[in-house]
């Protein structure tokens, strides 16, 4: 079955970073997209970054601070993430939409904060 498991968050003094990663099982992973999403108290899931056959995507909230890669040969898929701000802080996860499923890891908690 899909397993997704995201590791590398913590807590992180404004302007750090942190590297995310998100170690996927039980597809072929180097033939579907991967995203990373975060969920921040009392908002919706909003998509953080997407790695596709195409390209990859960023929203514009974190462009120019945050690259995602992939490691095919490990299947993982990486959020490495610059110059963080308090409004980075969220509960971040990594997602995949294999044939009609959608699925999502558990979740790694990223606080920044002095």
């Known amino acids: 079955q899909v397993q997704l498991v995201e590791s590398g968050g913590g807590l992180v003094q404004p302007g750090g970073s942190l590297r995310l990663s998100c170690a996927a099982s039980?597809?072929?992973?180097?033939?579907?997209?991967m995203s990373w999403y975060r969920q921040a108290p009392g908002k919706e899931r909003e998509l953080v970054a997407a790695?596709?056959?195409?390209?990859?995507t960023y929203s514009a909230s974190v462009k120019g601070r945050f690259a995602i890669s992939r490691d095919n040969a490990k299947n993982t898929v990486y959020l490495q993430m610059n110059s963080l701000k308090p409004e980075d802080t969220a509960v971040y996860y990594c997602?995949?939409?294999?044939?009609?499923?959608?699925?999502w890891g558990q979740g790694t908690q990223v606080t920044v904060s002095s």
């Open positions: 039980g597809f072929p992973f180097s033939m579907y997209a």
């Open positions: 997602n995949a939409r294999v044939g009609l499923g959608l699925y």
């Open positions: 790695i596709t056959s195409t390209g990859i």
